[in-house]
Structure formats: C-alpha cells, structure tokens
C-alpha cells in the first residue's frame, strides 16, 4: 500500500469507526407538523458519516410528504402542466386558519389577507 493509500485509509477508518459513545437520541421539533420526533444515535452517525452538518428539520412523515409534493410538481412542471396549489396555514399575526397560493419560506411570517392589506395599504389605494 503506498503512502497516500495508508493514509486515505487511516482516514477512512478514523471517520467511520471512531467512538459512538458520543451520541444520544434527540427530541427535535418538525417544522411542519410541530410535533417533536427522535433523531435516533443510527441516524446521528449517518449524517455524520456522509458529512451533513445539520440536523434533520422534519419527521419522516413530513420528510416524505415534501418529497412527494416536489416530485408531482416536477412532473408536472415536465409535461408543462400549470398547477395551482393551496397551503393550509396560520396567520402569523391574527392565528386566522387560511390558505396561500405557494408554499411558505422557513422561518418567514405567512399573513391572511386582511392582515396582509391591512400591513400594505398602498396595494388597496392603487386598486390591486
């Protein structure tokens, strides 16, 4: 074994095999569903065994509930389907269960739209 091979080797096990002890299972919050989910120690050594850096952000359920809506849309979008789409959520400022036509940034405020006009006069006075 040459010299670089040892040592991409020394590496290689270095990362994957070094002391697990370090992990423990973790309460997180889904930043869907609100609800809290474990991100078990087998999960925590394979995001750091592919090198990811943070945490998971959703529970499974919602992870494949993503993924799924962004593979319709894709299809979607390749057979040149227009799709309208409804998000169900709360306003930030009047709690107001309300749909969206898009799907909200994380961490941004998502308002109604009497919030929302009410926030923004100037899109009534021009008569939009």
């Known amino acids: 074994m040459s010299k670089i091979e040892n040592e991409n080797h020394k590496e290689f096990n270095q990362k994957t095999f070094t002391d697990d002890t370090d992990f423990e299972d973790k309460s997180i919050f889904c930043i869907d569903c ?24 959703r ?4 992870k494949q509930a993503k993924n799924e809506r962004l593979a319709l849309i894709a299809a979607a979008q390749a057979e040149g389907i227009k799709q309208r789409i409804e998000v169900a959520v709360y306003c930030a400022k009047c709690s107001a269960y309300t749909t969206v036509p898009f799907y909200p940034s994380q961490g941004r405020p998502v308002y109604c ?16």
């Open 59 to 62: 529970c499974k359920e919602c």
């Open 34 to 57: 609100g609800r809290d989910f474990v991100w078990t120690i087998g999960e925590q050594i394979f995001f750091r065994d592919k090198g990811l850096k943070n945490p998971p952000k």
């Open 113 to 128: 739209r009497s919030c929302f006009l009410a926030m923004n006069p100037n899109l009534t006075e021009n008569g939009k």
